[in-house]
């Protein structure tokens, strides 16, 4: 007989040195569950400028299952839940984040953007619209993470170069193969000629 | 841009979206509407003010169906593709045509609606003329109405047809237009979906809500047939509202938030009986040889290839091995079981196909059972959606409550149905010119098996409940012999009676390693005797789109003979590899650069070209985006992807475990369509994936002088083939 072998409730409470190594080291500290005790009745945060408060009994909870079922922005996707796929990644204070990997606790206080938040389909964000421009989403799972990495890449470096925009995507996975057309639109909305 | 042209009109008025959608009714009387293939009116239906809804059997994974099917039909309608909703997949409306798969969505879904628009328009312009008291044949159907070429009256499609529709036999016959009058086919219109996914209001089946929906998360046993002894229910009180649902071996907590089942699933106490019934990865390549058969089938015989090669070298072996689907996002689906019926919102490749399977499952009726295709996560193959979509049902019949139901990582990599391994074993002899005399293939695969009508799912078979049991693999021997002209041929089958984890079909199914074999061997045997790889297959080639294709992506690459390995000896080289899909469909070849390094064993690819004929184009863009997803998806299971497991259980079940391609791995590449619009138009989206490891392994012998025959060319097997030197 064999008992189930206690796994963790949620990987980011896993082994660490098995998920630091493909985040790149931009994922944000997972933070540390409030203590209940001490715990204010509600946290608060921005959500793509709007306040928003969630209850302090959820400060452990993921931020991606939050903004997807509290708040309906079920833009940002859930991959892998382990920080290996940067599906989840949001803006938290202007960083990418993700969103699976940090908890409500730790975003409190804190500004969070989505891909809500960048643009919209009528008033794109210029990266948005270069991913339109290069038509760049297969299923489009990994597409949202891309996007707001990549929106943080262009906000620190206006016109990225290819290999600049490799290092920055790394550790984003995409499974139907559209990095090809990634790297497009980035270069695209630096003002660089794709290639 | 197009409307959000969709089939959520359909989705039932309890659905709630949490995005926000605009919602087109789709034309015509929705009830009543018949989904039989041999009627027009199951593909095709005109509402009164024109507006053209298309019902489509075969869906978008993200490959691009949505626009080319709108494309195909909008072309023979003489219309734009924004004038169209479609529909995918739901089982109460479109009709069967065959599961998403095999590279068939446009090459027999879309070819069935060209024809039911094609139908259309020659009703449409006979209904027209005797309105009109003119001659058919002065007639055309352009922009929504039926006008005289000569100008005059008109009339709309939406006057023409009634409330009953056409009713009216699909015409095989009814004439299609003139490829060289085509204003919507050939042109790389944009994807409708991509504005949407790029800005996140793209609605998967993940983000669809039913009232009172319920968060299911499935527990698998830590062991494959492991049984449940013990199950402590008390051990998830802390999670409100969770609760324990057990069907014998299948287990499982819902809880009314997502976070809360994960939570309570990650605190279930459970004791499960051990269970020791793989054979470990380790072990496979053996095992393929050793049996046990049930069968030896001979695929393809010409001469006598025996007495031909007695005297060539020994045969030597390639090996594919188990890989997952590896699906970015986790396998979802939404049940709702009540009153006598079902429906289940999946991203199902085969909607149709499960219906029976489901309604099996529910113990209904197949007419009380509906499937509704939603977009999930890309999948190449059956991946773990329909297990998710059965795990979805069993819970919603078990709580009476609509459940929605998504896997876990370690769930998506250690229980989707794996693609097959493959052993294949080559001999052949060439002549000091170049041509093939003699060429035997000899293949260890699972068999699929006959009759199967899909793979068995996870959660009947843990709740005990029966199905039908076997191996689903797909079409797994096709291309295993080479595209060349050869004397004498013998191509032969060991089929395997069982395979090492459950299979099914993946990308291109077996196709991947046969060419990878055939086109690798092929260069092996030029090797032998001092030819120039590209020039020694040109003049193996009886099909001049073969050798179109092959010209191209040589060309690209600015292709000149010289001899292999690269004399330069610096590490760098290139190959080329070419395939007739299914030796009657798409022709692909592709060629690549690379640099070995040979003190990390790190293959890096430079540069990749892709010359591609499949015929009619119907969408440049969107087929070259099918093209570059079989080139970076395949590189990336040739350089990284083995499924691990031991006797118990898969190992790999995250990134550092089962790695798949990143950025820094993205080459260059550059693809050549060639457009043939007087022929049909062929697939996108596998031909390509095949010659890819072949281009690759042809590429390393020429860099390094190594030969590599087993997948994964991981850096440890690079080196120790530098070694062996
Ligand atoms: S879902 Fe957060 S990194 Fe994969
Ligand atoms: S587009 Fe499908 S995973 Fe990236």
């Not at chain 1, 989403?137 to 943080?152: I, L």
């Amino acid at each position: 007989m064999a008992a189930l072998g206690k796994p963790p409730i949620w990987p980011y409470t896993a082994d660490p040195t098995k998920r630091e190594a493909p985040m790149s080291g931009k994922p944000a500290s997972p933070g540390k569950p409030v203590s209940k005790a001490k715990a204010p009745a509600l946290l608060s945060l921005t959500v793509n400028g709007a306040p928003r408060h969630a209850a302090a009994a959820d400060g452990d909870m993921p931020l991606v299952f939050w903004l997807r079922d509290e708040l309906g922005l079920t833009g940002t996707h859930l991959g892998c839940g382990k920080g290996e796929c940067g599906s989840c990644t949001v803006l938290i204070d202007g960083e990418p984040a993700r969103s699976c990997q940090t908890t409500l606790a730790a975003a409190a206080g804190k500004a969070v953007t989505t891909i809500e938040g960048l643009g919209t389909p009528q008033a794109p964000h210029p990266l948005q619209a270069a991913f339109i421009a290069e038509q760049t989403a297969q299923c489009g799972w990994c597409t949202a993470g891309m996007v707001v990495e990549g929106a943080a890449l262009l906000a620190r470096n206006a016109q990225p170069g290819r290999d600049e925009a490799k290092a920055a995507l790394e550790g984003h996975l995409c499974r139907c193969g559209s990095h090809h057309r990634v790297l497009r639109a980035v270069l695209r909305a630096g003002g660089r000629e794709p290639s | 841009m197009t409307r959000e042209l969709s089939r959520r009109a359909f989705l039932g008025s309890t659905a709630a979206l949490s995005v926000a959608f605009t919602l087109p009714r789709p034309a015509g009387a929705a009830t009543a509407k018949t989904n039989d293939p041999a009627e027009v009116d199951g593909f095709l239906s005109i509402g009164p003010d024109g507006s053209v809804t298309v019902y489509c059997g075969k869906v978008d994974l993200g490959q691009g169906l949505r626009v080319a099917i709108r494309q195909m039909a909008a072309e023979e309608l003489g219309i734009g593709i924004e004038s169209i909703v479609l529909i995918e997949g739901d089982t109460r409306f479109t009709p069967d045509q065959g599961p998403t798969a095999g590279s068939t969505g446009v090459a027999r879904g879309g070819v069935q609606i060209r024809q039911a628009a094609a139908t259309a328009r020659q009703a449409l312009i006979r209904l027209a003329a005797a309105r009109l008291d003119r001659s058919p044949e002065d007639l055309d159907l352009r922009d929504g109405l039926v006008a005289p070429r000569d100008g005059g009256r008109s009339i709309g499609m939406g006057d023409l047809v009634g409330e009953n529709g056409f009713a009216l036999k699909l015409d095989p016959k009814a004439p299609l237009r003139d490829p060289a009058e085509y204003r919507v086919v050939g042109k790389p219109l944009p994807r409708p979906d991509v504005p949407a996914k790029v800005c996140g209001t793209h609605a998967y089946v993940h983000d669809f809500k039913l009232p009172g929906m319920l968060h299911g998360r499935v527990i698998r046993p830590p062991s494959v047939g492991a049984a449940l002894l013990k199950v402590d229910e008390t051990s998830i009180k802390a999670v409100k509202g969770a609760r324990v649902v057990r069907i014998k071996d299948f287990l499982a907590v819902v809880a009314n938030r997502e976070w809360d089942a994960i939570r309570a699933a990650g605190m279930l106490k459970a004791i499960w009986s051990d269970s020791a019934r793989l054979m470990g990865h380790g072990a496979v390549r053996d095992a393929l040889r050793a049996g046990p058969f049930i069968a030896e089938e001979v695929l393809k015989a010409k001469g006598d290839a025996a007495a031909r090669l007695a005297e060539a070298p020994p045969a030597v072996d390639y090996y594919w091995p188990v890989q997952s689907h590896g699906s970015l996002g986790p396998s979802c689906a939404v049940a709702q079981v009540g009153n006598g019926a079902a429906t289940i919102w999946t991203a199902s490749q085969a909607t149709h196909k499960f219906r029976p399977t489901f309604a099996a499952l529910l113990g209904l009726a197949v007419d009380k059972v509906r499937l509704v295709y939603l977009d999930g996560s890309g999948c190449y193959g059956m991946n773990g959606h329909d297990d998710a979509a059965a795990d979805a049902a069993l819970l919603a019949k078990a709580t009476g409550k609509p459940v929605r139901v998504a896997w876990s990582r370690d769930d998506e990599l250690g229980w989707d149905p794996k693609g097959p391994p493959q052993l294949i074993a080559l001999r052949g002899a060439m002549s000091p010119m170049g041509q093939l005399l003699g060429w035997s293939t000899e293949m260890w695969l699972p068999k699929a098996t006959a009759g199967l009508p899909n793979v068995p799912l996870l959660s009947p078979e843990a709740a005990g409940l029966d199905q039908p049991k076997g191996l689903v693999t797909g079409l797994i021997a096709q291309n295993g012999d080479p595209p060349y002209a050869v004397a004498d041929l013998e191509v032969k089958v060991h089929w395997l009676a069982d395979a090492p984890l459950r299979p099914s079909n993946i990308r291109a199914p077996g196709k991947i390693a046969n060419v990878f074999a055939v086109e690798s061997y092929f260069d092996e045997l030029c090797a032998g005797i001092g030819l120039d790889p590209l020039v020694t297959r040109l003049m193996g080639l009886r099909d001049l789109r073969g050798v179109a294709v092959l010209s191209k992506a040589a060309s690209m690459m600015a292709w000149a003979p010289r001899p292999v390995p690269n004399p330069k000896g610096d590490g760098s080289g290139r190959g080329i590899a070419y395939v007739h899909y299914k030796h009657s469909e798409t022709y692909v070849a592709v060629a690549m650069e690379v640099a070995v390094d040979r003190d990390t064993g790190r293959i890096a690819v430079k540069r990749v070209t892709c010359a591609h004929d499949c015929g009619l184009v119907i969408n440049p863009d969107a087929l070259k985006m099918q093209i570059e997803g079989c080139v970076l998806q395949t590189l990336s299971r040739t350089l990284l992807e083995e499924v691990t497991f031991d006797t118990s259980r898969v190992t790999s079940t995250d990134q550092s475990t089962y790695p798949i391609l990143g950025f820094a791995e993205v080459p260059h590449m550059d693809i050549e369509l060639i457009d043939r619009p007087e022929q049909p138009p062929m697939g996108g989206g596998e031909a390509a994936a095949t010659p890819v490891p072949a281009a690759l392994a042809n590429a390393v012998f020429d860099a390094a002088g190594i030969r590599l025959r087993t997948v994964p060319f991981t850096p440890e097997r690079v080196k120790a083939a530098l070694r062996t030197l």
